[in-house]
């Protein structure tokens, strides 16, 4: 390997490393007490994120901690919404609120504010300035149908009913919003990559609430659509894909996506995604967070599990979704030293 790239990027060009590089979802947050500590001091999660100077703070706080492989930008999924137009909001203990929920207003109705994509470009620099050479800066966007699903909806929801039955009764409509924010995503990454990303990740958080079909018109084709035009544009950046919950769909979703790696959750049967993928396709993932917070010997027996599979395959170690608020920081300490012998 070339000590001057990053392990995790090395991975994602098709190398199998041992041990895999390492980076857990959400690990610049609520776990940590110097993030806590920030945020009392700062205020609101939104103000944080267009804070860069905070939002660099907190990206790198747990690469000094732990000595992550993988510093990931600290934003949120939702400011491509908040671009596009509508309000965006955090409600303490209730998550976030868009207005109007486009389940009762017109897309169109909207008036952009691009202006908000500044702030989060400023971070990606900052971070690339400060973080060491051997380290690998990820930035990310959630996919459209995740995003489209918060619009329509206002808000989160527990099984995405809103943007569902708007993509069954009026299909011309959901495509309509879809397009957009293809159309923002493509912008707000290229501004990520050109500010000094060295790969991205896509989240389809809610991808795992669809039928096969309209997971193949929502989730597989406005990203294959948005995979095409990025690498267009950056055809070195690699591309991560996280269709959480896709389950026995992954395979379909990487190889007509053109990910550049697969990024699985946990509840994801980890063999039949090797037997059903190429030997030469990255994975990421996909321990489990639970697994994590429990610690002990159900952590070692989970990790040995994952990088027994994997052992081989060119494979970025994570959490199958983001790190529990209320992991304990040895937990993290434990797979860090298990995993780095």
């Known amino acids: 390997m070339n000590p001057e790239i990053p392990r995790a990027l090395a991975v994602l060009n098709g190398q199998a490393l041992s041990p895999p590089p390492v980076w857990l979802m959400r690990q610049a947050g609520r776990y940590l007490p110097e993030y806590r500590e920030l945020r009392a001091e700062k205020g609101s999660f939104l103000k944080l994120c267009y804070d860069s100077e905070a939002a660099a703070e907190i990206t790198l706080q747990p690469i000094r901690r732990f000595g992550f492989d993988v510093a990931i930008l600290f934003s949120d999924i939702l400011i491509v919404p908040h671009a596009i137009g509508q309000d965006l909001s955090f409600a303490e ?3 976030p609120r868009l207005a109007p929920p486009l389940k009762e207003a017109d897309l169109a109705s909207l008036a952009p504010a691009r202006h908000h994509y500044d702030a989060i470009w400023e971070t990606v620099r900052k971070v690339r300035s400060r973080l060491a050479p051997d380290k690998a800066l990820f930035g990310f966007a959630g996919s ?7 619009m329509v909806a206002g808000q989160g929801s527990k099984d995405q009913a809103d943007a569902r039955l708007m993509a069954y009764a009026d299909p011309a409509r959901f495509q309509a919003l879809i397009s957009r924010i293809e159309a923002e995503t493509l912008h707000y990454l290229s501004g990520q990559i050109e500010a000094g990303a060295d790969a991205l990740m896509l989240f389809d958080s809610w991808s795992g ?44 979703y990487a190889r007509e996506t053109r990910v550049s790696a697969l990024a699985i959750d946990e509840s994801t049967d980890l063999h039949f995604i090797l037997a059903n993928t190429p030997d030469t396709l990255p994975l990421q993932g ?14 070692s027996r989970a990790m040995a599990g994952c990088l027994e599979a994997m052992a081989g395959r060119p494979h970025i170690l994570n959490l199958g979704h983001g790190i529990d608020r209320f992991t304990p920081i040895a937990h993290v300490e434990q797979l860090l030293a298990e995993l780095r012998g």
């Open 286 to 299: 996909n321990l489990d967070p639970m697994a994590l917070k429990a610690g002990g010997e159900p952590l």
């Open 144 to 150: 459209p149908y995740t995003v489209a699903t918060y």
């Open 93 to 95: 203990g209730e998550g």
């Open 209 to 252: 609430s669809l039928a096969p079909t309209e997971f193949e018109r929502w989730v597989i084709a406005p990203t294959a659509r948005l995979v095409d035009q990025l690498r267009a544009r950056h055809p070195q950046t690699p591309i991560i894909g996280f269709p959480r919950g896709a389950a026995e769909k992954a395979p379909a």
